[in-house]
Every structure is written in structure tokens, then in C-alpha cells.
């Protein structure tokens, strides 16, 4: 069965220092994407960053990163120069087929000003 | 462009009574996706709509929950009789299958039931 899997329930970061969130995952598959999703306290889940399996470079938007190791099965997010906007909860998501998409539980992040 | 709407944003109800959730997707999104998050949970599928019939409803609780999109625009989540388990925040989402091999989903803001 596919899972994805956060273990990090909390995380804190300094205002303008750089924070990693880790996600793991299990599949089978060999060509699949990944996201990373932002749920600030509004509810609205917002896609900060994608990545292809196939493709070996690690994704980037702007003070967003991704270390994507395949064969770990391991996705995780970095922020950089963290801002106090950037608190809340982040999930990491896999979406099994087309349409599905498999959650973790989520990291609640801290930004401390 | 208008992103998913959903209304209302906030629902408290006592246990036993109906409550309905809407939902507007994206303009010219074909697939809606009805999602239930437990606190400290990421959000699972209740189900997936292709226009207006629905193709995946394998998780949604059929006894107390029922969903339509007639029109195959907007939707109607409804639960009768709501119980205290419900209490969650409903997410719609919606997606158009473009140049990516997965439909990237974007969501709205969530309803937030609580069941007394």
C-alpha cells in the first residue's frame, strides 16, 4: 500500500534561518510526483512546490527547496530565510494514480520572530 | 481568476441534525473532490466527481452522507443525522488534467463542522 509518512509532528525555526521538513513515502511506482502543501490557520491548502520522480535535479521556488533521494524514498522541504508568514502546517502529499492523493499528517511549523 | 468556494465557513449544529456543505470549483475544473481532515490529520477523500457523475465514492459513509453535482459545476456535500465523529473541516477541491500526468487539486478554505 502506498503511505506517506511525516514524522515530525512540530518544528520551530528563527525568523530568517532555514528549516527542513521530512516526508517519506512508499511506492511501487517508478514515475510519480510529489507536492508540498501549506495550510496556514485560514484552512486554504496551497501548493508551495512539486517534483517529477524522474527528474534528478531537486525542485525550487524561490526560499523553497526540495532533497529528493528516489531511492530513500524520502522528500523533504527546505525553507530558507523562514518568515514569520511562513508558520503553519505543511503536508506532504503523493498522488497515487491521476487523481489520488495520499496525505501525511502534517508538520505544524513555528516561526519565532 | 476566482479560486474553490465554500461556504459557509463555519457550521455548528447539534448531533442528529442535517448540514449541507457547497462547494464552487474553478472555473472549467471538471474534477471536484470532496475531502474530510481531522484535527492533527492530513485530508482523506470522501469522493471524486468526473463532471457530474461521481467515480470514486469508495470512502464516503453512504448511511449519513450523500453528495450530488448535477450540473457538473457546483456541490452539495449533505450529512442526516450529523454525529458527534463528524466534527472535522470538509475541504473541496478541484483539478483539470493539463501537460502534468497528475491532476494538480486546488482547494478552498474549508468549512469547519462542529457537532455538539
Redesign the interface.
Known amino acids: 500500500a502506498q503511505t506517506?509518512t511525516q514524522s515530525q509532528?512540530e518544528m520551530s525555526v528563527q525568523e530568517a534561518e532555514t528549516v527542513t521538513l521530512s516526508c517519506t513515502y512508499d511506492t511501487s511506482e517508478s514515475?510519480?510526483?510529489l507536492f508540498w502543501?501549506k495550510q496556514p490557520p485560514?484552512?486554504?491548502?496551497?501548493?508551495v512546490i512539486?517534483q517529477e520522480a524522474y527528474k534528478q535535479q531537486n525542485a525550487t521556488e524561490n526560499r523553497f527547496s526540495v532533497n529528493f533521494q528516489k531511492a530513500a524514498k524520502s522528500f523533504s522541504l527546505k525553507i530558507s530565510d523562514s518568515q514569520l508568514g511562513d508558520a503553519a502546517m505543511y503536508?506532504c502529499?503523493y498522488?497515487s494514480g491521476?487523481?489520488?492523493?495520499i496525505?501525511?499528517?502534517?508538520t505544524r511549523l513555528k516561526v519565532l520572530a | 481568476e476566482a479560486g474553490v468556494v465554500q461556504s459557509p465557513r463555519y457550521k455548528i449544529i447539534e448531533k442528529k441534525q442535517p448540514v449541507a456543505f457547497w462547494c464552487n470549483p474553478i472555473s472549467g475544473h471538471n474534477t471536484l473532490y470532496w475531502y474530510r481532515q481531522n484535527l492533527g490529520q492530513g485530508p482523506e477523500l470522501l469522493i471524486r466527481y468526473e463532471n457530474e457523475e461521481a467515480v470514486d465514492d469508495s470512502q464516503l459513509p453512504k448511511d449519513r452522507f450523500s453528495a450530488e453535482r448535477l450540473k457538473g459545476v457546483d456541490s452539495t456535500l449533505k450529512i442526516q443525522p450529523a454525529e458527534l465523529g463528524d466534527s472535522a473541516v470538509y475541504l473541496c477541491a478541484s483539478s483539470f488534467r493539463g501537460a502534468l500526468g497528475v491532476a494538480e487539486q486546488y482547494f478552498g478554505p474549508g468549512t469547519r463542522l462542529t457537532v455538539t
Do not use: C, E, H
Open positions: 506517506v509532528p514515475d510519480y510526483y502543501y485560514s484552512r486554504q491548502m496551497i501548493l512539486r503536508f502529499a498522488p491521476t487523481y489520488k492523493y496525505f501525511g499528517t502534517g
